[in-house]
């Protein structure tokens, strides 16, 4: 017999359905949310770490209560490392301090020179022969200042500048390396410097869960990659 008009589908129809409408439901809600997904910062081997993407909406934000020093201090422990981490902001963005660790280079007008002593490759090259197989005689002083040229032109150091994270990240502001590729770092030319090793400091960052009413905040830590060492490559 004829189904009557208006009469429900076969139940094998129906329930694939309603479970693509509860679907449907579901994401309308979260919807004005699903760009502020990354609560910390997506492991990479591109750094340093580009910038979270925030949700601006200030109930996220963390209270004076939760921000408190002294129970943060407690939290995080032994990974508060002063050196890369500041509570307040510092009072340089880049520190020059020639005893800092973001002191890789010393400032002159046309030119800038490595600290330190020439790397030990460096003071094993041969220098007594062109690459035309032309030899060479050359003094002390002279083979220390073509050294030091060499190794200004191929040192990569590490330059550290301070970066703020935002209220929602404890401590607030975290000293962040990069890798200068203002020029290159061969002869010839050709190579740059790019970042080779990166050291892992523990930060706290504030995570929400839930909506309105029901919504949860708490400190959860997080490891938060800072390039440590730079090398000259392709």
Request: hydrophobic share 40%; aromatic share 8%.
């Amino acid at each position: 017999m004829a189904r009557a008009w208006g009469a429900w589908p076969h139940p094998q129809v129906m329930l694939p359905l309603l479970v693509l409408l509860w679907l449907l439901l579901l994401r309308v809600r979260p919807a004005r949310t699903q760009h502020y997904l990354h609560l910390k910062p997506v492991p990479s081997d591109k750094l340093p770490v580009a910038d979270i993407i925030e949700d601006p909406d200030p109930a996220l934000d963390p209270s004076e209560k939760d921000a408190d020093e002294r129970v943060l201090r407690r939290k995080l422990g032994s990974h508060f490392d002063p050196d890369f981490m500041a509570v307040s902001r510092p009072p340089l963005l880049v520190d020059p301090s020639p005893t800092s660790v973001s002191a890789s280079w010393r400032s002159k007008p046309r030119f800038q020179r490595p600290l330190g002593a020439v790397p030990p490759e460096l003071r094993r090259l041969d220098l007594s022969e062109t690459a035309l197989g032309q030899q060479l005689k050359l003094g002390k002083r002279v083979r220390r200042k073509l050294l030091q040229w060499l190794w200004a032109r191929t040192a990569c150091p590490v330059r550290y500048m301070w970066k703020e994270l935002g209220a929602r990240f404890w401590p607030r502001f975290v000293k962040e390396g990069t890798c200068s590729r203002a020029r290159s770092c061969s002869v010839p030319a050709g190579m740059v410097c790019r970042p080779s090793g990166s050291v892992s400091k523990t930060l706290l960052r504030w995570h929400c869960q839930g909506w309105e009413r029901q919504r949860f905040c708490t400190w959860i830590t997080f490891q938060y990659p800072v390039i440590s060492e730079c090398k000259c490559a392709c």
